[in-house]
């Protein structure tokens, strides 16, 4: 496996992913797996952020402990879907930022189509991670990544539930830099672009919506 593709395979997210495959959960339980999954890949995403010794008192005396270097962290889900896992994520990293970008598939050429973009106005000096639960063929998460390097970004991570190998190999050509962390690499992409077997479209299924 390439040393930028990280799968977390850790048995609660495993255990968790095939509630959230299964085409009879309801959008409830769906948001709330979908929140919990990433905060447990949060957990590995971050393994690597530096740390530096500070000087605390505990209750029986000082001493040096580890902390965080105060590099600051922005998560930016893709929306719609992305939304899902901010929540998670932030019960994790409180002080991170929140940006969003707005693609949208079109239906006919499958390319993704931008309709927004907010981010924090410091996000050249922030750890970035993009969230969607979904990588099919990649073309958002690439455009996502282009537009955050063309606003100064330069530290990213591109944080998803589940990928096809097309998307996988699309972010991995377009943006070798950018690090990839998936919870599972699924079978392929149907002539749809659809994820198989995937877990049908995310965004309506945290939403309830058709």
Request: hydrophobic share 40%; charged share 30%.
């Amino acid at each position: 496996m390439d040393e930028k593709v990280t799968v977390i395979s850790h048995p609660l997210i495993q255990h968790k992913l095939a509630i959230i495959r299964d085409k009879n959960t309801g959008s409830k339980d769906f948001r709330e797996l979908l929140s919990e999954v990433a905060m447990l890949m949060c957990y590995e995403v971050t393994r690597n952020f530096q740390l530096e010794d500070v000087e605390i008192e505990t209750p029986i005396c000082k001493m040096t402990a580890k902390m965080l270097t105060g590099k600051k962290v922005a998560i930016v889900p893709i929306l719609r879907a992305g939304l899902g896992m901010v929540d998670g994520m932030l019960k994790l990293i409180p002080a991170a930022k929140v940006g969003h970008i707005g693609l949208y598939r079109d239906p006919e050429t499958l390319k993704p189509v931008e309709y927004y973009c907010k981010l924090p106005l410091d996000i050249e000096e922030r750890e970035v991670i993009i969230t969607d639960p979904m990588l099919a063929t990649g073309g958002s998460a690439v455009d996502a990544i282009t537009l955050l390097k063309e606003k100064g970004a330069k530290n990213i991570k591109l944080m998803c539930l589940i990928s096809a190998p097309e998307g996988i190999k699309a972010v991995r050509e377009m943006h070798p830099d950018v690090e990839i962390f998936v919870a599972h690499i699924d079978e392929k992409l149907n002539d749809h672009g659809y994820i198989v077997p995937g877990l049908g479209d995310a965004g309506d299924r945290i939403f309830g919506t058709k």
